[in-house]
């Protein structure tokens, strides 16, 4: 039986590749991270833009919020309308 030994640093090829992936992957890792660090940036400088453009929008819409009260006067006038013709004989009441 033949027994072999390897000297310490004969065959190092098995570390060269566990830290080539080992770097590889550590730069990998790194511009993902710096891809979205920058993207969230990007985002944070945008929304008080759409901040604004969205406050303006509820203040534009406020007054839609008083629709429902022209449109019950519109109708109490129409049926005042309509009331009024019929009492006078209008045919279109």
Known sequence: MQQTVLAAGSSST?????WTIGIVLTVVVAALVIAIL???KSIGDEAPKINDALTEAVNN??????LRTTIEYAVT???GLQRGRA????DNA
């Open 77 to 79: 006038i129409i049926g």
């Open 38 to 40: 920058w993207l969230a």
């Open 14 to 18: 098995g570390w060269v590749v566990g």
């Open 61 to 66: 819409t406020a007054p839609l919020g008083a």
């Open 87 to 90: 009492r006078l004989g209008d």
